[in-house]
DNA sequence: ATGGTAGTAAAACTA
């Protein structure tokens, strides 16, 4: 059922984990990963639909908050190492419904929900700012370059150009502006590999986020690459193929079908 | 058109 040398790892924003659970099912069966990161599950643990998945036989990792935030793994194996937030006695705000760490298959995965900032002159880009500080701090602290670790979720990043619509009017939104983009590529700069750029090089109008405002904005590709699977060489190495999975009115709404999947050997 | 809608959860917030 799944392939025993191979490892398939997806990263998902979900709005709201119980209006997505049966795209969410009908995915894994049709996929078959072997670990699925979500984000804005948007729902406190209590109420967090756990027998959908856990009577297909997966394994599930959850923590999150009324309305907000909310990660979650799910994993047909062992989901080992569990850890919520950074880990660094901070215990800042939202931090542990906002990071999941894991290793399943000795793989190291840290599934995260970056703030998305709200705007440039606002707080809470300036919290956003420290929360890449702070995840480079957590891989100097408890990774290292020799480790198979991906980093994935939704990192509210554009790294590129390439990356949105219409950069050249973004430059002061907080998924392109200048201090993000630095702030990601020091992630890139400690030794990560931006893994979908990496089997699509100079590849236009690949986006993982489309924001459901805007009329028809899939059609019109009106889309932002903002969900990220980060490597580090070892897992780099054994990579296959980085793509997002895209089936154009195949569900009804754009985050229905934007998963981010990645393939190893 | 600096707008719009989706989800959560019960009026208004985040994205």
Redesign the pocket.
Known sequence: MYDAKGFRLATF????????VPIILRWLEKNRVDCLCIQ?????DQ?FPESPFTEAGLNLAYRG?????GVAIISPHEIREVKFGFGDGKHLDDDETRLVRASIQGIEIINAYV????AIDHP?YEKKLRWFQRLKELLSRDYSLEMDLALCG?L?VAPEPIDLYAPE?KEDHVCYHRAVRQAFQELIEWGLTDLFRRFHPDEPKQYT?Y?????KAVDRGLGWRIDHILTTPPLTGRARDCWIDMEPRRW??P??HTFLMAEFE
């Open positions: 924003n979900a709005n709201g984990i119980r209006a997505r804005e599950t948007k729902v406190q109420d908050q009324k309305a907000y935030n703030p998305q900032g709200r809470n939704d509210n009017r986020y924001d459901y405002r805007i009329p009804e709404k985050s229905d």
